[in-house]
T-cell receptor, first 116, second 110 residues
Framework: GAGVSQSPRYKVAKRGQDVALRCDPI?????LFWYQQALGQGPEFLTY????????KSGLPSDRFFAERPEGSVSTLKIQRTQQEDSAVYLC??????????????FGPGTRLTVL | GQQVMQIPQYQHVQEGEDFTTYCNSS?????IQWYKQRPGGHPVFLIQ?????EVKKQKRLTFQFGEAKKNSSLHITATQTTDVGTYFC??????????FGRGTSLIVHP
């Protein structure tokens, strides 16, 4: 596609519900990141994939958060038993190369999650 | 761990005035990237600086990377209302984990 897409764009969940957020990166992009952005803050790193391999998940806040990219393209971020503090915008970004620290990242529009 | 600090957090300017935001890291960075996020939008890549003392220009935007590769700045000359948004710097933590600053929100008054 022309850019990174994410769905849904908005998600309202009741506390305790599970949610799944989807990211479609740019075709051919090897690297994929998930970020969490709270209001008035910069994006906070959650996890990184290189193709299907999850190389780093050090930013995931708790074991309620789980991410996968089984075929090295589409990725899903799952949050189990959502809590109010999970409310944020979840951003997905992809980049072409395997050295994302020095590679242009292309961000999706984000999913705004509100937990009531 | 590495932190990337940005100042100021907010900046109000009159249209036509200049604007500068500063980014400081507690550790030496291999590179630094700048992004712009419009209100309600997502971060959009602007530029990457790699070399010590590097200066790059994009029309009215001037980006600098410090000699020690610990600080960077973005300067906008003669701001326009289209410049409104939050400007983030980001440096890699370790080999690749991008660490974003908190951002500077630019408000341009017509």
């Amino acid at each position: 596609g022309a850019g990174v897409s994410q769905s849904p764009r908005y998600k309202v969940a009741k506390r305790g519900q599970d949610v799944a957020l989807r990211c479609d990166p740019i075709s051919g992009h090897v690297s994929l990141f998930w970020y969490q952005q709270a209001l008035g803050q910069g994006p906070e790193f959650l996890t990184y994939f290189q193709n299907e391999a999850q190389l780093d998940k050090s930013g995931l806040p708790s074991d309620r958060f789980f991410a996968e990219r089984p075929e090295g393209s589409v990725s899903t971020l799952k949050i189990q038993r959502t809590q109010q503090e999970d409310s944020a915008v979840y951003l997905c970004a992809s980049s072409f190369g395997t050295l994302p620290g020095g590679d242009t990242q292309y961000f999706g529009p984000g999913t705004r999650l509100t937990v009531l | 761990g590495q932190q990337v600090m940005q100042i100021p957090q907010y900046q109000h300017v009159q249209e036509g005035e200049d604007f500068t935001t500063y980014c400081n890291s507690s550790t030496t960075l291999s590179n630094i990237q700048w992004y712009k996020q419009r209100p309600g939008g997502h971060p959009v890549f602007l530029i990457q600086l790699v070399k010590s003392g590097e200066v790059k220009k994009q029309k009215r935007l001037t980006f600098q990377f410090g000699e020690a590769k610990k600080n960077s700045s973005l300067h906008i000359t003669a701001t326009q209302t289209t410049d409104v948004g939050t400007y983030f710097c980001a440096g890699p933590r370790g080999s690749y984990i991008p660490t974003f600053g908190r951002g500077t929100s630019l408000i341009v008054h017509p």
